[in-house]
């Protein structure tokens, strides 16, 4: 078969399934990843023929994709901050959200790290893949970053990433459910988290593919304990972040108020919600007294 055929054969079958832009790019992005091909020569040279041998791992991939896998898992990687990410079964796939706080986190601490003469400490509580930990590491190189999680096939896919982009993140595993896991961890100054927020009851209005692939324990919790990582961290955080510390989190749109109120109980300062690109109630920024 040669490229055109392949294309063609990719794109009728995934439109059965999904929209015709959608099957587009999923076509293209499998055989840019399978092949090395890239869209260009897709378009302008469909003549050459692909060895045989390549066509089974681009019909495997394209079941999974008819299965509502999601691409990143196909693939085994997705684009975060600008890098390429290792993404499988044991952590999240990155959400445009993270990356908004990511960015936030650096805005704020861009200025105030330029002004302190010692290596900012940062903790990423459900450090997932690592991305958070990874990209503020890279961005900020003289902090010490360290990513936390409770799974540790999480952390195996969170050290591959940041050996492959060179990253120096300490990485452990403990439960910021479990203070005891916690034990040997330094005071910082900064601590960020992107936890579990989802309600059991919200399963109903999320897609499929989310449901069947992404892993429940770091979407979901139970109805009645909807602040229940949030309540954890600021305990956490009154013992363990210094004078004047940063919080950073990625919160439920429909517990805004609940949680800054619970921050402003705990006794934090400067309590904020920030919305993201969608409007909706997405982050809390707070300081420690």
Known sequence: MNIGQVYTHLLTELKAVFSYDEAREMAFRLLEHHLQITRAKVMVQFNIEIPDNSLPPLA?????LLANKPIQYVLGKTLFMESEFIVNKHVLIPRPETEELV?????????IVIDINFPIKVLDIGTGSGCIAIALKNYFPDMVVFGLDNSDEALEVARLNA???RADVVFC???ILDFQTLDGLPDFDVIISNPPYVLEKEKKAMQ?????????????????QPLLYYEAIADYAEHKLRPGGYIFLEINESYGEEV???Y????FKDVEILKDLFGKDRFLHCKSN
């Not at 495997?60 to 999974?64: F, G, I, R, V, Y």
């Not at 402003?264 to 006794?267: A, N």
Request: glycine letters at 2%.
């Open 173 to 175: 595993e403990a439960d």
């Open 260 to 262: 800054k109120s619970l």
């Open 264 to 267: 402003l109980k705990h006794g």
């Open 163 to 165: 050996q492959n982009l």
């Open 103 to 111: 960015q936030s986190i650096i805005n704020e601490l861009r200025t």
């Open 60 to 64: 495997l991939a394209m079941e999974d």
């Open 208 to 224: 499929k593919n989310v449901l069947e692939y992404e892993p429940a324990a770091a979407l979901f919790v139970p109805d009645n």
